[in-house]
């Protein structure tokens, strides 16, 4: 109309710009990014359930809808479609879906995979679309089970490797993990993820493995065959902050060191310190399951002293990443402490941190009943008595007891027997709480961890100023406030109440 009124008309171009990466030419957009760069930049489905567990009847074709409720659905049907979206309850937080669509898998597989597209808004309020499959596997279909397990009376191994799994997503693909009495159950719906996470563990921590393999089905016309795998993982039973009286061929491999040990820390080696001379080693795997000694005694038995005077005798020093110091020092059990007079002179490597007045626990050699084959085999041996093995800040934590920390941990999605006593449950919650306090003291420990702000804990101005500086706390700079990560996110599990945070 413009043109035939004779009227002039200015042509309206779409402008382009250059990818910021690549430099291909492309539409403009908020990022200046395509689309190939930005999805290599940001992955928006990362964190999303890619495994979900679904129970399926197959007598009446029914879905089990926790807690109590059975759905029917025809294979591929919109009500079946809908009942997998709902599993999925913390999808709609993170991303918004668009499009779903099945999968074709095989019947005798046994399991449903769906194509999801899904939007979110990423790096300065462009819109990224990507697609992505989730697969619905019955908890009892698994092909390879992990039998992790370390025959000790605590579970302190395992709050850390859980927290180790959470950071590394090792057991992403697990479709199912189960709480047994020494040890966790990591159930796998393919082989390779049951070897991969066999590695995993094997870089973090000490182990011995074998696997076994049990037939399920044979066709003997394509000459199929179909197996579950069974992997036993046992971790070494030596633990951090334990006693070691060392073997006598192992201490001269180790150059004569020792032989009473402490163990310091734990990964996928052991490392040793001798208390006395601050001489300190490591012990690999393969060397620790040749000889496969047992911990003289262990941190359930360790006494709390208090400690009369110190006087250092060497200048601090640097050993395997942590400082020491010989000290000698003059220290009473505390249990005996206004009762008798008992006194042991002792030599710690503690002096860079005790002063007197202090608290420290240690081992009770002097009352202890040891009868260990290996403490037999050294003639004429002359035990100290007592060995400290870290300072104690229990009494000045009574006055913080109760009060919320300023973190959280997160936790794996795993079934817990509930038909355990009440006094199992006090010994894991006590259990639990020595390990987050370990975590407060002890930098190192978690270094490898992931540590996440408590939103709800508010700091009360009177209480900081009441509690000191004296209790180890962990630094607000070490807890990763970027990350939002509520306390129902169970990858749609409605059952376990257990995923999430844990103070």
Known sequence: MAGEAGMFMVPQTTGSVLCCKCGIRMQPNAANMCVKCLRSEVDITEGLPKHVMIIHCPECDSYLLPPKTWIKAQVESKELLTFCLNRLKSLSNKVRIVHAEFIWTEPHSKRIKVRLRVQKEVLNGTILEQAYIVEYANPDQWVAAVQLRQHVSHRRIFFYLEQLILKHDAAGRAIRIKQMDQGIDFFFGNRSHGVKFVEFLGKVSPIRSRHDKQLVSHDPKSNNYNYKYTFSVEISPVCREDLICLPPKVAVSLGNLGPIVICTKVTNSIALLDPLTLRYCFLD????WRS??????TSRQLVEYIVLDVEII????????????????????????GRNDTIFFIKTHLGHLLKPGDHALGYDLYGANSNDIELEKYKGLVLPEAILIKKSYEEKRQR?????????????????DDTKGRNEQEK??????????DLEENPELRFNISLYRNKGYQPSEMASTADGEDVPSIPLEELLADLDITDAEDNGDDNDDDDGMRE
Do not use: C, H, I, T
Not at 285 to 288: F, I, L, N, S
Not at 317 to 329: C, H, I, M
Not at 400 to 416: C, F, Q
């Open 400 to 416: 913080k007891r109760g009060k919320p920390r300023a973190w959280k941990l997160k936790s794996l999605n795993m079934e817990v």
């Open 428 to 437: 894991m919650n006590s259990e639990y709480e020595e390990f987050l306090r």
């Open 292 to 297: 496969a000694f047992r911990s003289l005694l």
């Open 314 to 337: 060497s200048p601090e020093v640097n050993v395997g990443g942590s400082k020491y110091a010989l000290a000698d020092a003059q220290v009473a059990r505390l249990s005996d402490f």
């Open 285 to 288: 795997a393969d060397q620790y």
